[in-house]
């Protein structure tokens, strides 16, 4: 039982690395103010195939999938990379929080929800995570606004 659960948790993370891989590769064929690649010239190789949300987002599915292995120090590095990548994208703050939850760092996982709700306070995904740590740390009553 113990070689299947890891196989499964070896596909799991070779599907999530594939599908980060195929989203990285989507967007180096086009340039998000929708004109065509080669219109104008970019300033350097990086601008052309860097998009800083579809790196955050890639990053911070890589930490989802990181923390569901229980690999909490990668998830961690992960989610640190995607709100480094684009500080304004609230569902890597968001992940962020649940990495430090599970790492029992209550100060930093409350800081990185209540940022993660600046940034969007009607993200359900952001509402629902945030109320779980409320509950996880003893403060139902303050959760409830978040469910």
């Not at 799991?12 to 219109?39: E, T, W």
Request: include cysteine; hydrophobic fraction near 40%.
């Amino acid at each position: 039982m113990m070689k299947r659960t890891g196989a499964a948790n070896f596909m799991r993370a070779n599907l999530i690395a594939a599908s980060i891989m195929a989203l990285l590769l989507a967007g180096c064929g086009s340039d998000p103010s929708g004109s065509q690649v080669g219109s104008r010239p970019p300033s350097t190789m990086v601008d052309r195939l860097f998009d800083p949300r579809a790196s955050a987002k890639a990053h911070g599915e890589l930490a989802a999938g990181y923390i569901e292995l229980g690999n909490f120090s990668v998830a961690l590095d992960e989610a640190k990379v995607a709100v480094d990548t684009d500080a304004t994208y609230a569902p890597a703050h968001s992940i962020l929080g649940l990495v430090h939850m599970e790492l029992r760092d209550q100060v930093q996982a409350q800081q990185s929800f209540e940022r993660a709700l600046r940034l969007d306070e009607k993200d359900p995904d952001i509402n629902h995570n945030h109320g779980w740590f409320l509950c996880q740390t003893g403060r139902e009553r303050e959760a409830v606004k978040f469910s």
